[in-house]
């Protein structure tokens, strides 16, 4: 599919804070079809949409019809450089209830086109998501959240947050109100408040991945490394056996990490093979089940 051009437009829209969420439209030029069906693509902890080969990924999946729109939750910390966290401000106190509002914010913004791809009109009755790591447990709850959304895929899902928090982070909360953790990548010392823990155990049923996967009925495809040293493949096989769809698949990838052999900056010109495969894996997914 390298002979299909694909085009990209940047904006933002207002979270409910009004807080810009930035994003990326990505859609093929070439295409017959003037109703583009959308794929949301949402990525993780200590991410952002530009990481590495995230964006190569989401023109290649772009190439095979879909309109893949890309996003910053609106509290992750990155600004309008899109690749630095320059807002620790805002990523201490990044809550997974305001990463699901943005999807709903955004959802929205699809319906009321305030997000459009120019010369294609895109199918906002046909939407699918698409989330990474801590994006894959907001995908999971967003999709049991918005009837919007038709279909699935996590790559490297966690299941369950609340398991994740260390005693020593629960201390620190508890005594300080903070505690910190450090971004391996950067170096960079980063603080999250009492408040990220506060929601996601007060609103645990409708926040936690493994009790929103049991409402689901749209095609879920659960995409995890059995190299993944950041988060384990047994969440996705809980995931995979909590789900409650008819149409359900899990897939593992051998010997490859979190982010399946990818890193960032990505300059490599070819992806790497288990990176190649989860792509071809999740576009034939969509393909089989978002048009």
């Known amino acids: 599919m390298k002979d299909i051009e694909v085009t990209k437009i940047t904006g933002s829209v207002p979270s409910t804070e009004n807080l810009p969420i930035y994003y990326d439209l990505y859609f093929p030029e070439n295409s017959k079809q003037d109703n583009l069906p959308v794929i949301l693509f949402l990525h993780g902890f200590k991410g952002f949409k530009d990481w590495g080969a995230f964006p190569d990924g989401c023109r290649e999946l772009s190439k095979a019809g879909f309109a893949v729109l890309a996003i910053n939750f609106s509290l992750n910390g990155v600004g309008e450089s899109m690749t630095e966290f320059d807002q620790l401000d805002l990523f201490a106190r990044e809550t997974l209830s305001q990463d699901l509002e943005d999807v709903g914010t955004i959802l ?31 995908a999971v709850a967003a999709s049991a959240e918005y009837p919007k959304i038709k279909c699935l895929v996590t790559w490297s899902a966690v299941a369950d947050y609340n398991v994740r928090w260390s005693d020593d982070m629960i201390s620190d909360w508890e005594e300080r109100g903070v505690t910190e953790i450090k971004n391996g990548r950067t170096g960079q010392i980063m603080p999250v408040k009492d408040v990220v823990y506060k929601d996601a155990i007060e609103n645990a049923d409708r926040l936690m991945a493994v009790k929103r996967v049991r409402e689901l009925d749209i095609p879920a495809l659960f995409v995890h490394s059995e190299g ?26 051998p010997d490859s990490g979190h982010t399946f052999n990818t890193a960032h900056p990505f300059e490599d010109e070819e992806f790497p093979e288990e990176f190649a495969t989860v792509l071809s894996i999740t576009g034939n997914w969509f393909q089989s089940h978002l048009k």
């Open 108 to 138: 929205k913004a699809l319906k009321d086109k305030d997000i459009t791809a120019q010369d294609f009109s895109l199918d906002t009755n046909t939407i699918g998501v698409l989330g990474h790591s801590r994006g894959g447990h907001t």
């Open 228 to 253: 993944d040293e950041g988060v384990h493949y047994s969440e996705a096989e809980k995931l995979y056996e909590h789900c409650s769809a008819e149409d359900k698949k899990i897939e593992l990838i």
